[in-house]
């Protein structure tokens, strides 16, 4: 079945447009938030201060990093160095960062947020996600004795077979905490990441403040129409995670990105398969954050603002879908809340 583009969300997100700069969506809470951003997962460590810095030079206005990515000090650094340039103002820039899954347990919200916090070093956090629905043990590092210090703690916990050692926290008591975050205003928004749609239900009809966005991975071969359908309909965006589909490590998997009619629609539109692809997903309701740390490449996946794909070429690229998801975490699949065993 072909779904109809929600209106709703091309609507927002086809504001006016500045060549310069990114668009904005107004997130349900006021804020504004550009709809392209710097993904940081996996970017070399030593290299990243420098991409960050060349991002925020290039006009990108949104980064996103985590807890998790072990990099954001380094982002912290590059942006309070652009603001220092004079460049940039703390306000003019969205930094996103997320709460891993070892600190879900009470108590441990708070002293995670505390460590990302301290670690960007930004004044306030534009927004904090919850990483992942599936809770793990908190197991100390063979050298660490300290339970206070977040940094004493396996961020990957897994028995002898390699499995991950889940843990049984509910995703409500960890939203509760989040909200608190909120309230002592060093967090300006709250969100999810990696829920499915009976979770954000869930959230959304148990909490005070609302999810402004879910991060979920979406790319033309998992375009993730029904929950951003879903997700829009309630007022909370959809964040798209490895938009371009990971290509440096597709293993041989059919990546839209390599389809040769991409590349004959990126002849017709002077743009490159990266540029359709982002383009894309940004027309199909979602806000992209592509990782690059090579200064082309980011130009390149910038440079989306200047041109729109036509209805009959959406439709084409719809039909890439077939729901290929490149992370899956097999061994939590028997968890309760893995996220990704019911349809979306
Ligand atoms: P690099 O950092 O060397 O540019 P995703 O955001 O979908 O997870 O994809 C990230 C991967 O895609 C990285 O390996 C990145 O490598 C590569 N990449 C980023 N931008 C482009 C682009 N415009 N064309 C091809 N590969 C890209």
Same mark, same amino acid.
């Given at each position: 079945?072909?779904?109809?583009?929600?209106?709703?969300?091309?609507?927002? @997100?086809?504001?006016?447009?500045?060549?310069? @700069?990114? &668009?904005?969506?107004?997130?349900?809470? +006021? #804020?504004?938030? $550009? /709809? /392209?951003?710097?993904?940081?997962?996996?970017?070399?460590?030593?290299?990243?201060?420098?991409?960050?810095?060349?991002?925020?030079?290039?006009?990108?206005?949104? /980064?996103?990093?985590?807890?998790?990515?072990? !990099?954001?000090?380094?982002?912290?650094? %590059?942006?309070?160095?652009?603001?220092? =340039?004079?460049?940039?103002?703390?306000?003019?820039?969205?930094?996103?960062?997320?709460?891993?899954?070892?600190?879900?347990?009470?108590? #441990?919200?708070?002293?995670?947020?505390?460590r990302s916090f301290d670690n960007l070093n930004l004044t306030y956090i534009d927004?904090?996600?919850?990483?992942?629905?599936?809770?793990?043990?908190? *197991?100390?590092?063979?050298?660490?004795?300290?339970?206070?210090?977040?940094?004493?703690?396996?961020?990957? $916990?897994?028995?002898?077979?390699?499995?991950?050692?889940?843990?049984?926290?509910? #995703?409500?008591?960890?939203?509760?905490?989040? =909200?608190?975050?909120?309230?002592?205003?060093?967090?300006?928004?709250? +969100?999810?990441? !990696?829920?499915?749609?009976?979770?954000?239900?869930?959230?959304?009809?148990?909490?005070?403040?609302?999810?402004?966005?879910?991060?979920?991975?979406?790319?033309?071969?998992?375009?993730?129409?029904?929950?951003? =359908?879903?997700?829009? %309909?309630?007022?909370?965006?959809?964040?798209?995670?490895?938009?371009? +589909?990971?290509?440096?490590?597709?293993?041989?998997?059919?990546?839209?990105?390599?389809?040769?009619?991409?590349?004959?629609?990126?002849?017709k539109y002077n743009k490159t398969p990266a540029q359709i692809i982002l383009r894309?997903?940004? &027309?199909?309701?979602?806000?992209? /954050?592509?990782k690059s740390t090579n200064k082309n490449r980011m130009k390149e996946n910038f440079?989306?603002?200047?041109?729109?794909?036509?209805?009959?070429?959406? &439709?084409?690229?719809?039909? *890439?879908?077939?729901?290929?998801?490149?992370?899956?975490?097999?061994?939590?699949?028997?968890?309760? #809340?893995?996220?990704?065993?019911?349809?979306?």
């Amino acid at each position: 079945m072909t779904l109809i583009l929600p209106t709703i969300s091309f609507l927002i @997100l086809m504001p006016t447009i500045d060549a310069k @700069l990114a &668009q904005t969506i107004t997130l349900n809470n +006021g #804020y504004k938030m $550009p /709809i /392209i951003g710097l993904g940081t997962f996996e970017s070399d460590p030593g290299d990243n201060e420098r991409a960050v810095g060349d991002a925020i030079a290039i006009g990108y206005r949104h /980064i996103d990093t985590a807890y998790f990515y072990k !990099n954001e000090k380094e982002v912290g650094n %590059a942006v309070r160095t652009k603001i220092a =340039e004079g460049l940039i103002k703390r306000e003019d820039i969205f930094v996103t960062t997320k709460l891993w899954s070892t600190f879900h347990e009470p108590g #441990y919200v708070e002293k995670a947020f505390k460590r990302s916090f301290d670690n960007l070093n930004l004044t306030y956090i534009d927004l904090y996600l919850i990483h992942y629905p599936v809770p793990f043990q908190r *197991l100390l590092k063979n050298d660490s004795f300290s339970v206070n210090d977040v940094s004493s703690f396996q961020l990957s $916990p897994v028995d002898e077979n390699g499995n991950t050692l889940t843990a049984d926290v509910d #995703y409500l008591i960890v939203w509760h905490a989040m =909200e608190k975050l909120v309230e002592s205003g060093q967090v300006r928004s709250i +969100g999810l990441s !990696n829920f499915n749609s009976e979770q954000t239900e869930r959230v959304l009809s148990n909490s005070k403040i609302k999810p402004v966005t879910n991060q979920v991975e979406c790319h033309p071969n998992l375009n993730q129409r029904k929950l951003i =359908e879903f997700s829009t %309909a309630r007022n909370v965006t959809i964040t798209a995670y490895s938009p371009l +589909g990971r290509p440096s490590s597709s293993n041989g998997k059919k990546l839209a990105i390599f389809d040769p009619k991409v590349l004959e629609l990126a002849k017709k539109y002077n743009k490159t398969p990266a540029q359709i692809i982002l383009r894309y997903t940004i &027309q199909n309701g979602a806000i992209v /954050i592509p990782k690059s740390t090579n200064k082309n490449r980011m130009k390149e996946n910038f440079n989306i603002f200047d041109f729109e794909l036509s209805n009959s070429d959406m &439709q084409f690229m719809h039909q *890439l879908n077939n729901n290929y998801r490149l992370f899956e975490y097999s061994s939590e699949k028997n968890h309760k #809340y893995y996220p990704f065993n019911i349809e979306f």
